[in-house]
């Protein structure tokens, strides 16, 4: 744990243009009223002092103000850093100081600045850990959700939905617990590891004292030369079914609440599912597809020649077999009726310290308007599903992420609304 | 561990353009005879079909063949992916023949080429794995290099330079023996992840029964927009006063072996760096800049206003202080008067499961024509370093990493042809 720093520190929004547009009055001392910001920025403390360098980074910029999250239908970006926090307060008012605390914060970030602009005081802890400087913003989106466990803990159960619960157990299941649930979740995604990694950092840092990283994972996407569907470790594309991400009629019918609280909000779930890499990587390339159900090199169904070409699950030959074996990935995710939005990524990093195999695999993760349609589809894929010789669930998480954030608003400001 | 796959099924070394070539003689049965490969290129099997797809993937290509392996000189990439292998034979020969194996594969890998050509046989193994396809090969470079340990291990310690031996241990060292040692290295970098992880995944995969990883670490490098020098996780930029990678007279006072089967070969130092973040990030500004003994922001170092500017270690102020403290890094590793290259690569991801701190930091690598620059700078550092406080050295390993590979020849010939 750290230690708190600073609170006037971390709160300071300023930039240079408003220190060259309050010349005139004398830069400190001067509260910030009422703003785009809805409040949230408190008054400059007394040590704010010229910056020494423009805080505003280069920018392929994601937006921060909108009906929905970002993250979550925003073109999928190289790089993940998912995190998942408790927090170490029990009162809903923490929780909503928080949240208050982060907004600006995250709208900083996504718009490439510093946490707080630079100044010439050294003799305090830096407001940015700064390791993103310079950089492009990469397209950083930041996703915040909350768990069913804080419900709990601060003891506002009654505002929890009844789709927000912990997964049930699926067969095949060996979690850990040093992988599995929390009571925040922030997703930073970014076309740059460490500029997603920075975001992370940086929203715990400022909320030091009140919440903790339960675990996190970094992870990636490598997109093919011609910007298709990434392949995963298995060298299968991955995402092939999933929604539209402009097709807003399907998107409500998928994705988006459209009730209470979380109206335009969504549920994600995260799952670390390790790769058997060795296992798959000694299996005959047939093998591997009847495993999915679609050819590795082109991504299509079996029986199809196109990636995107629509198949029917129940199609049979002319022996009378299905096409697409009934064992396979995709026919059982497909047979379950249930969609949802996929938006995951490959990580890989060391060696298994038991067995010497490779750390390797997908943190798989879904946004769906409930998280039954997750289960459904892991149900189906139950004891059946091929791919179960060759992957472990080891971690698992549910939260509700909250919907967009309109200018004057907060993060969560829904919840703190509800009675 | 893995199975071993077919001999035949990974040594096809067999292009489309080949297959077109060969058309009018038969594609299947036909033995490549003499090619650039100096012989390591084996029969095709009676099992190479017409290939389904062009394996050649698009090229920001390093040179595989010159005088130097890549990956030292190379301009630095975004990601790395590390591996320190054991071996699981005895003999010199085996040895021998595992490098001549991996050149082709190697060459390929570079090349962007999947490890062998694609065919229409499904009914084993794929000889690559997949996850590169169609993906840019994104300046992979390889190094190979090879650890104190095989020479024991294959009864070759005569051909050991008197060099390559495990460094002694330094002050503040908390090494871990599973990030520590290894008999081989690969040092795969690229500026894609995945194309850095399938390098690795595939020349293990392709001596499996051979060889093990022991360890592995993967890591990346984050660019400002200005193409500068990339900070660390401290923030700080991380390799300023590297040889410049074009100054030949330089490197060769530097990095170059001039002696011996290594000659053009060099050493590679790696150390696995737990970097403390959360208490760097309760440290002031101030500190963190006499820590280094460089400005965060400029990467000056002190008195002066540019990154690149030479400085006078001994240089005084008007009270008689150093301008650089006598206890800054920057200061004790330029007093230490020995020089190497840096090429070093962040990691951070997930948590340290005894503290819940960042389990994050640098994957140190440095080449020098001796480890002994390393040994002496990281004396020099010893227990003065105000770094220490801040990190710690969880691994550690060294590695003569053999010279560059002639047409003809395959990797560590010169070792093979000693006596």
Known sequence: MTEPIDEKWINKKVSRRDILKLTGVGAAGVAIGATSLGGVIKAMGSDVFEPVADSTRAINKVDFYGKYQSGITTPVQTNIYFASLDVLFTSKKDLQELFQKWTPLVERLMNGELMVDLTTNTRIPTGDTGEAAGMDVANLSITIGVGPSLFDKLGISHLKPAELKDLPHFPKDQLQKEFTGGDICIQACADDPQVAFHAVRNLVRAASGKVEIKWSQ??????????????????FKDGTVNPTITDEKDLNKVVWVDKGWLKDGTYLVARKIQMHLETWDRTSLKDQEATFGRYRDSGAPFGKTKEFDDFDVEAKDSKGEYIMPDTSHVHLARKSGARILRRSYSYASGVMSNTGEHDAGLIFISFQKDPAQFTTVQNSLGRLDKMN??????????FACFPGVQKGSYLGEALFNAV
């Open 218 to 235: 970094a992870g990636f996407n490598s997109f093919p030369a011609d910007g298709g569907t990434p392949r995963n470790l298995f060298a």
């Open 389 to 398: 010789e060759y992957i472990t669930h080891r971690g698992s998480a549910v």
